[in-house]
């Protein structure tokens, strides 16, 4: 059984930080492009950023040089470095492989931006 499990979010101020983790089990992590996604209240899901087999990593246009995806494949393991967050950024962050599996997410991360 496949489970993606995200941790890391939290309550910060604009301007801050955040790391996010999503850990994997159930798939060969190594084989699959993952992507970090997030869904804000009353908004469909979107795809924030995601990263190749590789290291290619393609952003939102919204996130692009504040954010950072990255890998541990010997981790299975995803991270998602967000910096200078903006209130905009306050949503439920997820981690799927992208493209996504339906059956494959998880609980997600809040993430709150707010003074």
């Known amino acids: 059984q496949v489970q993606l499990v995200e941790s890391g979010g939290g309550l910060v101020q604009p301007g801050g930080s955040l790391r996010l983790s999503c850990v994997s089990s159930?798939?060969?992590?190594?084989?699959?492009?993952m992507g970090w996604y997030r869904q804000a209240p009353g908004k469909q899901r979107e795809l924030v950023a995601h990263i190749t087999r590789g290291t290619f990593a393609n952003y939102a246009d919204s996130v692009k040089g504040r954010f950072t995806i990255s890998r541990d494949n010997a981790k299975n393991t995803i991270y998602l470095q967000m910096n200078n967050l903006k209130p905009e950024d306050t949503a439920v962050y997820y981690c799927n492989k992208e493209p996504p599996e339906h059956d494959y997410w998880g609980q997600g991360t809040q993430v709150t931006v707010s003074s």
């Open positions: 159930g798939i060969i992590f190594s084989r699959y492009a």
